[in-house]
């Protein structure tokens, strides 16, 4: 534990995942957990213990402090079923996988539409070391399949490359398939949107980069990366620094690299990140990760649920995701959306045509209420246009008239009603509020009739 004061007191009777979950004291409407996930009172207050502690100057103070890497690494192995030596902290995920590229040779496969850091680092090796080809693989939707993967695969490609979970689609990676399909082949994956709220078996990959800022609620620095003795023997610590070498500060020439993951590590950690990223570490431990993960898919399950109620695509994978939940509102819905979602408090992440909603095991309910009402509002406004002929609305009306009627009315119109808009069936729930429909001459003997469609107001 820290300092002492950030010590978690569990009370009897309640599981140490309602506490956990109890913990989340963000406003309500924050689903943006892909995008950054606030630190936790827990990890707060050991910040703040830590902080008091190097503030003494007592050489006694600052080696307890310090000894918060050793911790960190321990808890991240106990996590990643791994060895603590297969271990080491990183500034970010992406110094992590820069270690695994820049040692790396011969051709690795990656995503065209993954994450950058992947893709990025990869080239950057290649251009930088010439050792390395980057075989980038496009997808339909650009979710990677273990069946794509395959299809990449020649003689000379010796590593796949890939986020665990997608940060565009939040599309989740069938890792264990992979490892099966690509052989001997190194594996090394971003486990950025995946660490803590996924309950797979790590040992799959080769190497497993992540950070604690998203899921974890550590904040930034808390990077780790493990490496194991298969990626060891394949990747050449390159980029191995004062930290990543035998010997110490006295040491003269160019000292071989340690043991270990500790090889790949440029510069000793900071020791206050790694305070943090022990105490959520420790919360994800307690708690369980089999039981986050649950809680995580149930939550944007329950997002999906509030887009298929109000109309609204789904671009994530039903049967494979994770926190995230990628919604494509129709081009002409998206304004209406977007305020919707701004007046009702939800924060969530808008990128091109589509809206990522990211919720986490704790605070969803009264979010998820507040997600629930922004989508109402929103179809609301939805625009539906409608025509009826004169003979379904009545002998009063005629040809070139407006009539206002309640939405709700159209469930009770003449089957013959025609919905100009597919997002809105007869046998769909309607959204509250009026429309404005056109009278239309009845149809011909010959069965034709007058296209004209009635023009909408808002409600």
Do not use: C
């Not at 009777?13 to 950054?36: I, N, T």
């Not at 990656?110 to 950057?124: I, K, L, M, N, T």
């Not at 990959?205 to 800022?213: H, L, P, R, T």
């Amino acid at each position: 534990m820290g300092a002492g004061s950030a010590a978690r007191v569990t009370i009897a009777g309640v599981s140490a995942l309602e506490s956990l979950v109890e913990s989340f004291d963000v406003p309500a409407g924050y689903l943006d957990w892909a995008r950054f996930g606030p630190l936790s009172p827990v990890v707060r207050a050991e910040m703040r213990a830590d902080a008091e502690l190097l503030g003494t100057g007592r050489p006694s103070s600052i080696d307890l402090v310090g000894a918060r890497g050793g911790e960190a690494r321990d808890l991240a192995a106990q996590l990643l079923h791994a060895s603590s030596d297969e271990v080491v902290l990183q500034p970010s995920t992406t110094f992590g996988l820069m270690h695994a590229m820049f040692g790396l040779k011969g051709t690795v496969v990656v995503p065209a539409q993954d994450f950058p850091s992947v893709r990025v680092e990869a080239h950057r090796a290649a251009a930088a070391r010439g050792r390395l080809t980057v075989r980038e693989i496009d997808t339909p939707g650009g979710i990677m399949t273990t069946d794509a993967i395959v299809a990449a695969l020649t003689d000379d490609v010796t590593a796949v490359a890939l986020s665990v979970v997608d940060f565009r689609t939040g599309a989740l990676a069938d890792i264990a398939a992979i490892r099966d399909a690509i052989g001997g082949r190194l594996l090394i994956v971003d486990a950025m949107q995946a660490f803590g709220v996924v309950d797979i078996d790590w040992s799959a990959a080769d190497v497993v980069a992540g950070n604690g800022y998203k899921w974890l609620r550590a904040g930034r620095g808390t990077g780790f990366a493990r490496f194991s003795s298969h990626a060891r023997e394949r990747i050449a610590p390159v980029l191995s620094g004062i930290s990543g070498m035998a010997g110490d500060a006295t040491s003269l020439g160019a000292p071989v690299a340690r043991d270990g993951a500790a090889a790949y590590s440029v510069a000793p950690s900071d020791p206050l990140a790694a305070s943090r990223l022990a105490a959520a570490l420790r919360e994800v431990q307690e708690a369980g990760v089999a039981e986050i993960a649950q809680g995580v898919r149930e939550r944007a399950q329950g997002v999906m649920q509030l887009a298929d109620r109000y109309g609204i695509a789904v671009l994530t994978p039903r049967d494979a995701h994770a926190g995230i939940v990628t919604l494509v509102p129709e081009p002409h819905d998206a304004p209406a959306l977007a305020a919707a979602l701004a007046n009702h408090g939800v924060t969530v992440t808008a990128r091109g045509a589509t809206i990522r909603v990211s919720t986490h095991v704790g605070g969803g309910a009264d979010s998820l209420q507040l997600l629930g009402d922004a989508l109402a509002d929103a179809a609301a406004l939805r625009v539906v246009a409608v025509e009826f002929t004169r003979e379904e609305l009545g002998a009063e009306a005629t040809s070139g008239d407006a009539i206002t009627i309640e939405v709700g009315d159209i469930l009770e119109m003449p089957d013959e009603i025609v919905v100009l808009d597919d997002d809105l069936g007869l046998d769909a729930e309607p959204p509250s509020g009026e429309i404005l429909i056109a009278v239309v001459d009845p149809a011909p003997e010959d069965g034709a009739r007058d296209d004209v469609a009635g023009d909408t107001t808002e409600s």
